[in-house]
């Protein structure tokens, strides 16, 4: 990268932490750090929730796909989302608001001890947290590789980095520094993309190229479904994608639990669920163009970076690499935040009687070394990702299988069509959930990736489906009872 390069990419950074000082000022207490006092606004929480939900993982190993399998990914990845979040914004987003109004949550699972018991919370809090460690890890390693690509860095060191850099600002700021943080990392990659995309679109010979440049790349590039990604892992995703992207990812519910109402976190989940729709198509454009490009490559997942430097004018190269540190960063301090407050929350004082009495500075100070441990961990997680098969292996294949399993009953169990499936259902659930995990990933072979992905999320949404239907003549817990009526409305 030329000096100009450097020097905004230092600048942005330097922004970032600033954003971390001045949020200081607006954290008194836990509840300001985990859920920003419940004041979030719709249009800040929905950027925020939708720039949290990709990283540079989008820029390195989605790049790959884009290259190597062409349109399916907007398929599968961008559309299974949108879909996901409409339904989500009428199904479940408002209910996260009002779990805050009304029981005064901090921590997506603090009502699951209520709504099941406390082993349930307990087995859902230690399984979130082991899949966040890979989860995370995986970002690292994504954010690395695209710093290797531009600049030479060892990808231990890029991991480094971009861990160092993000601990500084969340553990001074918390989610209050997260969302802004998000913010200006939106329109940094806003501004980033539509140069790539105008940029390209000059290069291929105009606006007709948009319809016609498909003839011209590898057979097959141009259809909805392509390569390994079927119809089916496309089904698959949309299930695994509402799960996800409406509170199964900690960090994405706790952008609805700070929201003031139940109106606006559904106005949050519907912006954020447009962006999906829409963005992607200008920001995966240059990627689906590259085969033309760079024909035979050995290592599709540099595609993003070898075109930024290629076609970029000096200055924003920076900023786009910028941009993707803060996208990972984001993304990553937003899931070490919604962790940190189950951990502080949900955990801790479940183990310790003394945490349960501590003062609101104790509890802040809890939080941030909660923060730290956890980050650590991510890196090693980072630093050996080849052995649990890669950044892709990591986030389709680990976290994709396992998120469904694990939420199934946080997200389920807002809803008054499941009051039947109680404790057992939903601790059965997500032991079969693993355990067809397990059998896929290390017993049965020679099976597609989309079965592979969605047997897990099957077999428990069946089991705590189905055991919920046998218990259908049951009384219903008058404690469960009351907290469903609660989240019908804002009121």
């Not at 000082?21 to 300001?32: A, H, L, N, Q």
């Not at 750090?33 to 939708?50: E, I, T």
Request: a positive charge; charged letters at 10%.
């Amino acid at each position: 990268m030329a000096a100009a390069d450097w020097v905004v990419m230092v600048l942005y950074f330097l922004l970032m932490v600033g954003i971390g000082i001045w949020s200081f000022r607006m954290v008194k207490g836990s509840k300001d750090y985990f859920v920003a006092g419940g004041k979030l606004p719709w249009w800040l929480s929905g950027a925020s929730h939708h720039v949290s939900g990709y990283s540079a993982v989008a820029f390195s190993a989605y790049a790959g796909l884009a290259y190597t399998y062409g349109f399916t990914l907007y398929m599968w990845w961008a559309l299974a989302i949108t879909i996901g979040m409409i339904v989500g914004a009428h199904l479940i987003a408002p209910r996260w608001a009002r779990l805050r109004m009304k029981l005064n949550i901090e921590s997506p699972l603090e009502y699951l001890a209520t709504r099941y018991n406390m082993p349930t919370q307990q087995l859902i809090a230690w399984s979130g947290v082991i899949l966040k460690l890979f989860d995370v890890g995986a970002k690292w390693t994504a954010i690395a590789i695209l710093l290797n690509a531009f600049t030479g860095t060892p990808l231990l060191t890029g991991i480094l980095i971009s861990g160092g850099i993000s601990l500084l600002y969340i553990t001074v700021g918390g989610i209050w520094a997260d969302v802004w943080n998000d913010f200006a990392q939106f329109i940094v990659q806003l501004i980033a993309a539509l140069v790539m995309f105008v940029v390209v679109l000059t290069k291929l010979g105009g606006v007709g190229s948009i319809f016609t440049m498909w003839a011209d790349l590898p057979e097959g590039n141009a259809s909805l479904f392509n390569g390994p990604y079927t119809a089916g892992f496309f089904i698959a995703y949309i299930f695994i994608s509402f799960f996800s992207y409406n509170g199964g990812t900690w960090n994405l519910a706790q952008r609805y639990i700070a929201s003031p109402t139940g109106k606006e976190a559904k106005k949050s989940a519907l912006f954020s669920g447009a962006l999906y729709l829409i963005f992607p198509l200008f920001m995966f454009f240059p990627m689906w163009a590259s085969p033309i490009f760079y024909p035979s490559l050995d290592k599709p997942d540099t595609v993003y970076s070898m075109m930024a430097q290629d076609f970029l004018p000096v200055g924003l190269v920076g900023l786009v690499l910028a941009g993707l540190f803060a996208a990972t960063m984001s993304m990553t301090s937003g899931d070490i935040n919604a962790v940190s407050a189950v951990i502080t929350r949900d955990i801790l004082p479940k183990i310790s009687a003394k945490i349960r009495t501590i003062s609101e500075n104790g509890a802040l100070t809890l939080a941030r070394t909660t923060t730290l441990i956890f980050t650590a961990l991510t890196l090693v997680i980072g630093i050996f990702s080849d052995a649990f098969g890669g950044v892709l292996g990591l986030i389709i294949s680990w976290f994709g299988a396992l998120v469904g399993p694990v939420s199934i009953p946080m997200l389920l169990g807002l809803l008054p069509a499941f009051k039947h499936s109680n404790s057992p259902a939903a601790i059965t659930s997500v032991i079969a959930g693993l355990l067809t995990f397990v059998l896929f990933k290390y017993g049965i072979t020679g099976v597609s990736q989309a079965i592979s992905v969605s047997a897990p999320l099957l077999v428990s949404l069946i089991v705590f489906t189905g055991m919920g239907w046998l218990n259908r003549k049951a009384a219903v817990p008058a404690e469960v009872e009351q907290l469903l009526a609660k989240l019908k409305s804002d009121n």
